[in-house]
């Protein structure tokens, strides 16, 4: 289970993931947001605060109830949620 408290601070991308820095200068890796993770293996998702979130944060919710999976565009990957994966 992956707890998450949102806040006006929380958007689509802390959701989603973003390239993060290593510890080499200039070399970065994918680190995949809650969302990301709950999906690809399927684990619940429970989202506290959600009268908080951004409208930007609902629409990505809504998107992934509605098809149950999660397209990241800049990745060029498509996330299907997993067996097991609730969002609560």
């Not at 709950?38 to 429970?46: D, I, K, M, S, Y």
């Not at 930007?56 to 098809?67: R, W």
């Not at 498509?78 to 609560?88: M, S």
């Amino acid at each position: 289970m992956i707890h998450i408290y949102l806040n006006d601070q929380i958007d689509a991308k802390m959701m989603v993931g973003s390239y993060v820095c290593t510890s080499t200068p200039g070399q970065f890796k994918w680190a995949p947001g809650p969302l990301t993770r709950a999906l690809r293996n399927g684990h619940w998702l429970v989202i506290e605060n959600i009268h908080l979130a951004s409208s930007e944060v609902l629409t990505l919710i809504s998107y992934v109830i509605k098809h149950q999976k999660l397209v990241i565009p800049s990745r060029g990957e498509e996330i299907v949620a997993q067996d097991g994966f609730q969002l609560i």
